[in-house]
């Protein structure tokens, strides 16, 4: 047992607490001496305890009166490195500092803080893997931290032959139901979730969590749904609007109408007298909120303005194997002619099948 496998320890850890932890990261950490851990803990919910005083906190629960024996001499596996500034809670280093660990190994750096520096000058070794495990836990965040913006990621379920929207409402599903609950991870997983007024309008839908293993954690917390419109008219009788959790529309107007009874804590974000939305100028906006990952749910209009202006990261496809034809519209309503599918703007990170349906990964260059 090496250190690839006590970080993969941690990484599984860290993944416990995936929905919970957001605008912050997943972390996890396990304390080893003798090739056995004594000790582990993640980060469970945002504004909590950090994985290593979780891990610290359980090798004292274990062994009460002699917890500090039993830290001297073991290595601690964090799989983000820790944190050396005040936050919600204090720095980590100055409790990693109370006792006489013999390696610190780290997964991966966090380039906010200054921990492994600080560490190495109290005189630990300290070894950072830069781990791929590790980077993956938190692409969101590190992509925040590197071009100081949101990481927008937009979902798409289509047809075969690329269509996503149906031109009547006979229908409303596309792809089956195996895809549609796994969207509920891509939900949980955002600060906020994006759509547009069109999606309000015609499809009523209430864009939030629902699987319920996810929901009944207590630490869970809905992202924020966020609407573009900018003539405000709305369908405000649209569950979007009625269901609890934090809601924004994003509008060129200063005011909101007079809203029916029943919706609560909803705010406006004024970009503007334009007669249009910038996506740009939303981004600028959005990117000094304490917001590290976007869900982007729209039709082809909305998701074709992101897309031309380069502002999406990722894209979720979920592809159904019928063909819609004339049936539906394609799903992109941009003005630039975007090959996707090729290897010139996106790397396919992920590609599988989910149900009937198949499910692909595109990631930006």
Not at 7 to 26: D, E, H, Q, R, Y
Not at 125 to 141: D, G, H, K, R, T
Request: with cysteine; glycine share 6%; hydrophobic share 35%.
């Amino acid at each position: 047992m090496n250190d690839t496998h006590f970080i993969s320890k941690a990484v599984a850890l860290a993944l416990k607490g995936k929905f919970n932890t957001k605008p912050g990261v997943n972390v996890g950490c396990v304390i080893v001496k003798n090739k056995k851990i004594i000790g582990q803990g993640f980060y469970e919910k945002y504004g909590g305890l950090h994985a290593e005083i979780n891990a610290i906190n359980d090798v004292k629960k274990r062994y009460k009166t002699t917890y500090l024996s039993k830290l001297a001499g073991s290595d601690i596996y964090i799989s983000l490195e820790p944190c050396s500034k005040k936050g919600k809670t204090g720095a980590c280093v100055n409790e990693i500092k109370k006792y006489d660990f013999k390696r610190i190994v780290i997964g991966a750096k966090d380039p906010t803080q200054n921990g492994i520096t600080n560490l190495r000058r109290a005189g630990y070794e300290v070894i950072n893997l830069e781990n791929q495990q590790c980077i993956a836990l938190n692409v969101s965040f590190f992509h925040k931290a590197k071009f100081k913006k949101p990481f927008i990621r937009a979902k798409v379920a289509m047809s075969s032959d690329h269509k996503s929207v149906f031109t009547s409402k006979q229908r409303k599903w596309i792809t089956g139901i195996p895809a549609r609950n796994d969207v509920q991870k891509l939900r949980a997983e955002a600060d906020i979730i994006l759509t547009g007024s069109g999606t309000i309008n015609e499809d009523s839908p209430s864009m939030n969590v629902r699987a319920k293993k996810i929901v009944a954690n207590k630490n869970f917390v809905q992202p924020a749904r966020y609407v573009f419109s900018s003539d405000l008219k709305l369908d405000w009788t649209a569950p979007f609007f009625k269901l609890p959790g934090h809601k924004v529309v994003v509008t060129s107007k200063k005011n909101l109408p007079k809203l029916p009874q029943g919706i609560n804590n909803i705010s406006v974000m004024n970009l503007g007298n334009k007669n249009s939305i910038s996506p740009k100028d939303f981004l600028k906006k959005i990117s000094n909120l304490n917001i590290n990952n976007i869900l982007l749910e729209a039709g082809p209009k909305l998701l074709g303005s992101f897309g031309d202006c380069n502002l999406i990261d990722e894209y979720v496809f979920y592809i159904s194997r019928e063909k819609l034809e004339d049936k539906a519209l394609y799903f992109y309503g941009g003005s630039k002619q975007l090959n996707f599918f090729d290897n010139k703007l996106f790397d396919i990170v992920e590609e599988k099948i989910i149900g009937k349906d198949k499910k692909i990964i595109l990631r930006k260059k």
